[in-house]
Structure formats: structure tokens, C-alpha cells
């Protein structure tokens, strides 16, 4: 693909790329429209001349563009951002769980997260009740890594992940962890041992 830029999107197979690519890959795209990974991979190598109108107005849909555009290139693809179609953002911790449908207009306009940026987690105990309940499905922003407030975190050495409130102490040089619910221990991790995967943006129930 020559750019990102419409004026450099001459065949119709840069342009499927850039909308790939804008919604998150081949398994979204899927997601949204039901092309096979491999079929979008000989639409973006123009191995297909004379695609069905099924497919274009399914991807053009999914992106929130114009067939138009998709077809000819004529006018710009700006309408990505704005679409007021979905998102598929992936599991984080459960990647065997399908892709969470989610309103793109809404995480990316509003929320402000970019959908390469997202990840879904789900919260399957009451650790952190009464702000978020068990059961309750949370956007992450892989984007924010900052190490004060509630975040998604994993402990060094350690496959589980953690929704945990924390809190930088510089003095001691480490990161105290405490729960929303009095019945988990609070516990200290040092700097090198954390890794934050990012905050939450969003939750609720599916």
C-alpha cells in the first residue's frame, strides 16, 4: 500500500487494506462482514476483478464510507472515524472468546480510544464491587499506562491478570495494589515487576 492518504489509494486493494488495517485486521473485518480473511487478502491483491456488490457494500458499510469511494477512490475516507457501524475489539485473557461488537463512533469520538488501542476484559470475580460487578465487561486503553488509579495489571512471573486500584509510592520505590472490596489484602509490587496493560475506558454487561 503506497500511503495512507486517499489521493494514494489508486486500486480498490490499497483501499480494502487501509480499511483492514483502520478496524483492526483481517479477524474484525470478518467480524463485520463475513469475508474470510483469505478472500480479503485476494480483494487487497486485485486478484478479484470484478468483485460482487455484496462484498464492496459490506466493507464500505463496516467502515462507514461510500461505496463510491471503496470502488473508485473518488472522494476520502475520513468517514472511518466517524462510522457509526462496530467495532470488533479482542479478548485480553480469554483469547478464545469472540470479539467483543462495539460502537465504534462511540469508543473512538467519545471514549477517545483508538481501536487498535482497545481491548476487552472480562471481570469474572467481585474484587473490585461496589464500582464494578462481577460479571461486568470492561474496555481497556491499552494507550494509558499510568501508574495511579484503577488499571488492568499483571504481576511479574504470573499468567493472571489483575483489575486492581494502584497507587505509585516513590518512596518505598514500588506500586501498592489494593482491591475495591475489603475481603482481598492490599500487597505491594516493585516497579520492574508490574507490567500495566492499560485503563479502563468503559463497562458494563453484555
Request: hydrophobic share 40%.
Amino acid at each position: 500500500m503506497k500511503g495512507d492518504s486517499a489521493m494514494q489509494m489508486e486500486t480498490l486493494g490499497e483501499r480494502v487494506q487501509f480499511i483492514q488495517k483502520k478496524l483492526g485486521g483481517s479477524s474484525a473485518l470478518q467480524q463485520l462482514t463475513g469475508i474470510s480473511p483469505s478472500q480479503q487478502s485476494r480483494l487487497i491483491r486485485d486478484e478479484i476483478k470484478s468483485p460482487g456488490l455484496t462484498q464492496i457494500s459490506a466493507i464500505a458499510d463496516a467502515a462507514g464510507v461510500t461505496i463510491d469511494w471503496l470502488a473508485t477512490g473518488k472522494g476520502d475516507p475520513s468517514g472511518i472515524q466517524n462510522a457509526s457501524g462496530y467495532v470488533a475489539i479482542p479478548f485480553i485473557g480469554f483469547e478464545v472468546k469472540a470479539p467483543f461488537l462495539f460502537d465504534r463512533n462511540y469508543l473512538v469520538n467519545v471514549l477517545g480510544v483508538p481501536v487498535e488501542k482497545a481491548v476487552m476484559y472480562h471481570e469474572t470475580s467481585d474484587c473490585m464491587e461496589p464500582s464494578i460487578h462481577r460479571d461486568s465487561y470492561i474496555v481497556i486503553n491499552t494507550m494509558n499506562k499510568q501508574p495511579n488509579g484503577m488499571a488492568l495489571i499483571r504481576v511479574k512471573d504470573e499468567e493472571q491478570l489483575f483489575l486492581r486500584y494502584i497507587q505509585l509510592n516513590p518512596a518505598k520505590g514500588c506500586v501498592e495494589v489494593r482491591s475495591g472490596s475489603d475481603k482481598y489484602l492490599p500487597f505491594e509490587v516493585e516497579v520492574d515487576d508490574l507490567e500495566i496493560i492499560g485503563t479502563p475506558a468503559w463497562f458494563g454487561a453484555r
